[in-house]
């Protein structure tokens, strides 16, 4: 090996030594401030860590993925490629050697040959400068300044450590539920009619649904119940209102009549099968309790045998036929069960659309027989006793007149219990029916219904005098001239103290007071002075009695004002304006005036409100009774009639 | 040739530059760096154009290069009314002895190695363009004939760039023949001193020629010898390439204000020039280092800048500043093997 290859051997030893330096340093470099990236996340980590912000394990991931980044970031930096010659010219910057060790390792790569006598020239003298380079001095590798933004964040990231958060102690929210707002009124109605039940000395089981129904009412009137769990209650009580009642009532009928008309092809039980046939369950009983009578009587008499026999004939029948009919449709169940099975077996592999569509027909009169067969048990269970009585009853007839008479007997309690049967299912209808209405007033609360319940509440308390007190007098009275307009109309009535729940119906009232004379508009709009008589007594607080039309004793100008009347009087200097109302003529029928009586009073409350009230209320359960309205605008009628009417006491 | 007896080149060369430097320095007082721009582009076989205020000793410069050297020298005064044949020569018609007439070239003053073109800018168009020939051909085209200049041939050419009316601004193309574009600073305080110590004084120190032909053509020889390692090869390229605004590498100001960046005759004037200075400095390779410093009289003049750049008072010399900074001196690519020169 010539001298200059071991020169220039020696100087790309330096030149691979200071790269390593330098790519030490940029290592260095980047690890660190990738350390103090690190380190923030680690300090941000803790702090969440401790707060409970973060989960253990998120803690932990995060602590690893910056631990990690900080080691890829430095192996990276360590890696990335140099620029060409970094490590010569590094050596020649700081040595002020103008570039001569990285020339000279350039011209080294070319062949010895080829270089020229400068390029040899150029190697020399970079040789002769390479024992004086030292690539320690050129690259000095010390720790960067990072590392002290590090250190001062390890010991924030220690003290952090250290550190304790208070957790504050969670609160525990309580659970609030929306409850269902039914008013008042609705609920006295519901509570109303749960009363009238009991007085009629209901059943056991029908007691406890009633017991039931108050417990549900009592909760929504004290906001117990929210919208969810209300129908969920609801709907328990109105399954057990129906477990009890799943005899089919048609089918009951049909079977009661089936047994009358058997019993009606005998002279001595045509009575008994007359009142069956008629569902006149309490005729029947005494009928039958007749005819065990006369069995008793006739045992000392000679018997008529024919009747007897005939009598033996119809109970049997009567008896038998149930069974009969039953297992006539069980059967008949049996094979339609059959066939729907084959069907389905034949269309397991996929039939045609009218295979398909048949087996549907076929399952739907399945089903609809299988409820027809439980509607017949339920209503068999109900005649059970009844056939059995009267199937004895006919046995008995051949052996001894005095054993059917009281089999007979036994036949007609079992009708009386089937009447008390009924009755208590009636109960619980109409407790089922008072249910859906109860469950129809929810749902019209339920979103866009609760506008229209606002509104009705709101007519519910006008309706009881508690409206004006936020200034809805003063809607019905609007200014001063109009009060006066309406004090009038209602003066001419004899009645005092209105329009007072607001400072607007002050006019009203004085207009009321001083009665007599008071200006109204007429229908084409033209003032006209009415004389009204029989104002209400003259009190000394001026309240207006319930005076009728001209009955009123009072004599004198009404004085003083209604104690309720809210707000100072209104200054008589003070000016007012007439209005003009133009009366539009429609041409459209007549307009008969009525006037209702106590209207004008505060809270409709009067004898003569009450019986307009019961009119109309009765002409509109007519109307409900005789026409076909939908039960959820029937609710409505009912409940408008409910929120008006006059309350006791008042 | 071997690396011994190139060292003793190269030391030889030095020695002469240094005479060369100390011979001027006798009349010009500082202006080191004027001296060596003029001393490289006579290396080089280029030509100077010195740029500065009346007064700043430009003409006095060019006068002093020429009598160190054993070289012929003219001036050429250009004004508006200077023809081309004025400085070219022209063929007038000779009466011979015997009675005949001949015609005969008489050569204009551009027929001399060292020529002073004073406030070139003064002369039209046309008569400046009659220095392009001359400049890069080192040849005169007259008629029919042409005729080689004397080597070496350098002109000095000198513009005031304060006075502009009546001007010709050079055209580009005339610029880019130009090696170096040197600025003719004002002088300091020390260097005034001096100044007038010696021009206001009894006796001024005579120059001796210290130079010949020879001298000078084997020094222009020798620079050419001088290898240049790639990477430094690679930087010069980088830099001309970021005064292109299109590039990559051109900075923002540059991509902003220049219309044209410089011509590859800007990176041989780098290299050239780089080589030169290396030798002044005793080196036998150039470095980044030299590139670097010569890259402001190497490219100020064939960085054109745009009508923005004219309208915002951007100098040439602030994009060249903008190109050092954003340029790094190193990138990463693979190695290469160096090119002999």
């Known amino acids: ?650 | 040739m071997d690396s011994e007896s190139v060292r003793v080149e190269v030391t030889l060369f030095r020695k002469r530059v240094d005479d060369l430097r100390a011979e001027i320095a006798k009349s010009i007082v500082g202006n080191r760096e004027v001296v060596d721009g003029v001393i490289t582009c006579m290396l080089a076989g280029g030509h100077a154009l010195l740029e500065g205020v009346p007064g700043l000793g430009k003409t006095m410069l060019v006068r002093t290069l020429a009598e160190t050297l054993s070289l012929t020298f003219s001036r050429i005064q250009f004004t508006p009314d200077l023809m081309p044949a004025d400085i070219l020569g022209t063929t007038v018609i000779d009466e011979m002895q015997g009675g005949g007439k001949s015609f005969e070239f008489r050569k204009g003053p551009i027929f001399a190695n060292i020529v002073l073109a004073d406030e070139v800018n003064r002369a039209t168009p046309k008569t400046q363009s009659a220095l392009l020939e001359a400049m890069q051909e080192h040849r005169v085209s007259v008629g029919k004939r042409t005729h080689v200049l004397d080597e070496p041939f350098v002109v000095l050419a000198t513009q005031n760039p304060l006075e502009m009316e009546g001007t010709y601004p050079l055209p580009e193309a005339q610029l880019d023949r130009f090696f170096f574009k040197l600025h003719v600073p004002f002088p300091g305080r020390d260097e005034l001193h001096e100044i007038l110590d010696r021009t206001t004084g009894g006796e001024i120190e005579k120059r001796t020629a210290v130079l010949d032909r020879d001298a000078i053509t084997a020094m222009q020889h020798l620079v050419r010898q001088v290898p240049v390692a790639r990477h430094v090869q690679d930087y010069a390229v980088r830099v001309l390439q970021a005064t292109h605004p299109e590039t990559a590498e051109a900075p923002d100001l540059a991509k902003r204000f220049v219309r044209y960046g410089s011509s590859p005759r800007g990176a041989q004037a780098l290299l050239l020039a780089a080589k030169i200075r290396a030798l002044f400095d005793g080196r036998f390779a150039a470095s980044v280092d030299d590139v670097r410093a010569v890259v402001h009289p190497a490219l100020r003049h064939r960085i054109l800048l745009n009508f923005e750049g004219e309208a915002e008072g951007v100098k040439t010399d602030q994009v060249i500043d903008a190109i050092l900074k954003s340029v790094p001196e190193a990138k990463s690519e693979k190695p290469a093997r160096a090119t002999p020169n």
């Open chain 1, 1 to 650: 090996m010539s001298s200059h290859e071991e020169g220039i051997g020696q100087i790309r030893r330096l030149a691979k030594r200071a790269e390593r330096r330098i790519r030490l340093k940029r290592a260095l470099a980047v690890g660190s401030k990738a350390l103090c990236g690190a380190l923030a996340v680690a300090i941000v980590d803790v702090g969440l860590r401790k707060t409970g912000i973060l989960g253990e394990r998120q803690a932990l991931a995060t602590f690893a993925t910056a631990g990690v980044a900080v080691f890829v970031a430095t192996a990276v930096a360590w890696a990335l490629r140099l620029p060409n010659r970094a490590g010569a010219r590094a050596l020649d910057r700081f040595h002020e050697l103008h570039d001569r060790l990285a020339s000279a390792l350039d011209f080294g790569d070319s062949p010895a040959d080829v270089r020229t006598p400068f390029m040899n020239a150029a190697i020399d003298d970079a040789i002769a400068a390479a024992p004086r380079v030292d690539p320690r001095r050129a690259i000095p590798v010390g720790l960067p300044r990072p590392f002290a933004a590090a250190a001062a964040l390890v010991v924030l990231l220690g003290a952090e450590a250290f550190f304790h958060v208070r957790r504050p102690a969670p609160i525990a929210h309580t659970k609030t539920i929306e409850p269902v707002d039914m008013s008042a009124d609705d609920l006295d109605d519901v509570q109303d009619f749960l009363k009238q039940i009991e007085q009629t000395v209901p059943s056991d089981d029908t007691r406890a649904a009633i017991d039931e129904f108050n417990k549900l009412v009592d909760d929504i009137a004290n906001k117990r119940l929210d919208r969810t769990e209300a129908f969920r209650r609801m709907e328990a009580l109105e399954d057990k209102l129906l477990a009890g009642s799943r005899a089919d009532k048609r089918a009951l009928e049909e079977q009661l009549d089936r047994i009358g008309d058997e019993m009606k092809k005998a002279a001595l039980t045509k009575p008994a099968g007359e009142a069956l046939a008629e569902h006149k369950l309490d005729q029947a009983r005494g009928a039958m309790h007749e005819l065990a009578k006369k069995l008793r009587a006739d045992q000392e008499k000679p018997v008529d045998k024919a009747k007897i026999e005939q009598m033996r004939d119809a109970l049997k029948k009567a008896a038998a036929d149930a069974d009969k009919r039953r297992a006539e449709m069980e059967q008949r169940r049996q094979e339609l069960a059959d066939e729907v099975l084959k069907m389905k077996e034949k269309t397991a592999d996929g039939g045609s659309d009218e295979e398909r569509s048949l087996l549907e027909k076929k399952e739907r009169e399945l089903e609809r027989l299988d409820r027809d067969i439980d509607a017949r048990k339920d209503a068999g269970r109900q005649l059970d006793r009844l056939d059995r009585e009267l199937e004895q009853a006919a046995e008995d007839l051949m052996k001894d007149l005095g054993l059917s008479a009281n089999d007979l007997d036994q036949g007609a309690e079992d009708i009386n219990r089937m009447e008390q049967q009924e009755t208590t299912q009636q109960q619980k209808e109409e407790l089922r029916q008072k249910l859906q209405e109860l469950r129809e007033l929810l749902r019209q609360q339920g979103p866009g219904g609760k506008g229209q319940v606002a509104r009705l509440k709101r007519f519910g308390r006008m309706a009881r005098g508690q409206g004006g007190s936020q200034g809805q007098g003063g809607q019905q009275q609007g200014g001063q001239g109009q009060g006066q307009g309406q004090d009038d109309q209602g003066g001419s009535e004899g009645q005092g103290g209105q329009g007072q729940q607001g400072r607007d119906g002050q006019g009203g009232s004085q207009g009321a007071g001083q009665g007599g004379e008071t200006w109204v508009l007429g229908p084409n709009g033209e003032k006209m002075l009415m004389l009204s008589k029989g104002q209400g007594s003259s009190g000394p607080n001026g309240q207006a009695g319930e005076g009728e039309h001209g009955g009123g004793p009072g004599s004198k100008w009404g004085e003083g004002h209604d104690p309720k009347l809210q707000g100072g009087a209104t200054n008589p200097k003070m000016g007012t304006e007439d209005t003009q109302v133009q009366g539009a003529d429609t041409g459209q029928g007549g307009s008969r005036s009525q006037v209702i009586l106590g209207a004008a009073e505060r809270g409709f409350a009067s004898r003569g409100y009450k019986r307009v009230y019961t009119e109309y209320h009765q002409v509109a359960e007519q109307s409900l009774a005789k026409d076909e309205i939908p039960a959820g605008f029937r609710s409505y009628v009912k409940r408008y009639f409910q929120l008006i009417r006059p309350r006791e006491g008042q």
